[in-house]
T-cell receptor, first 111, second 114 residues
Framework: AQRVTQPEKLLSVFKGAPVELKCNYSYSGSPELFWYVQYSRQRLQLLLRHISRESIKGFTADLNKGETSFHLKKPFAQEEDSAMYYCALDPTIQGAQKLVFGQGTRLTINP | DGGITQSPKYLFRKEGQNVTLSCEQN?????MYWYRQDPGQGLRLIYYSQIVNDFQKGDIAEGYSVSREKKESFPLTVTSAQKNPTAFYLC?????????????FGNGTRLTVT
């Protein structure tokens, strides 16, 4: 069965410090992985998708198939990064996106 | 302003009653989804629909039912058979097959059953 694990429920760092939100997955095939974010009083929205290999708002995430991880990183945290972050896996090759979500990590950036 | 509207924001029901949560989208998306979120847990897929008049069970469909009579609407009924109905429910949509688009979420409905 597919599973996504985010080991940290809460993560607190100071502004300007590096941030790493951990995500591990279990899936036998080649997954498509995502990070979704929910800022205060906003809807859950896509932050980035691994296949795009983009940097969004300074965040990057590298798929490590050997360690089955997809950690989200940012070198210098900003206060506006405070939010709830969800890692998600899509096991389907095509058709509907039946995402499997992790439990989420609440990131707080302290001034 | 395009988006997904879920109503109501808060819903209270007595145990044993069925309740229907509304989800409407004006994004012209083909696919729609219902997720359930419980404290400390990720979102879990209840039902999804890729096209009008068709829907499939997700991972936790027991005790729920849906319909997809119109492209823009995907209501979820929480039946009395659902053992733990109190939760936060999120509706989402995507463009559909052949075209990737991220999940667009609604603001959610918090259901409390006593």
């Amino acid at each position: 069965a597919q599973r996504v694990t985010q080991p940290e429920k809460l993560l607190s760092v100071f502004k300007g410090a590096p941030v790493e939100l951990k995500c591990n997955y279990s899936y036998s095939g080649s997954p498509e992985l995502f990070w979704y974010v929910q800022y205060s009083r906003q809807r859950l929205q896509l932050l980035l998708r691994h296949i795009s290999r983009e940097s969004i708002k300074g965040f990057t995430a590298d798929l490590n198939k050997g360690e089955t991880s997809f950690h989200l990183k940012k070198p210098f945290a900003q206060e506006e990064d405070s939010a709830m972050y969800y890692c998600a896996l899509d096991p389907t090759i095509q058709g509907a996106q039946k995402l499997v979500f992790g439990q989420g990590t609440r990131l707080t950036i302290n001034p | 302003d395009g988006g997904i509207t879920q109503s109501p924001k808060y819903l209270f029901r007595k145990e044993g009653q069925n309740v229907t949560l509304s989800c409407e989208q004006n994004l012209n998306h083909d696919a729609m989804y219902w997720y359930r979120q419980d404290p400390g847990q990720g979102l879990r897929l209840i039902y999804y629909s890729q096209i009008v008049n068709d829907f499939q069970k997700g991972d936790i469909a027991e005790g729920y039912s849906v319909s997809r009579e119109k492209k823009e609407s995907f209501p979820l009924t929480v039946t009395s058979a659902q053992k733990n109905p109190t939760a936060f429910y999120l509706c989402a949509s995507t463009q559909g097959q052949g075209v990737y688009s991220p999940l667009h979420f609604g603001n959610g409905t918090r259901l409390t059953v006593t």
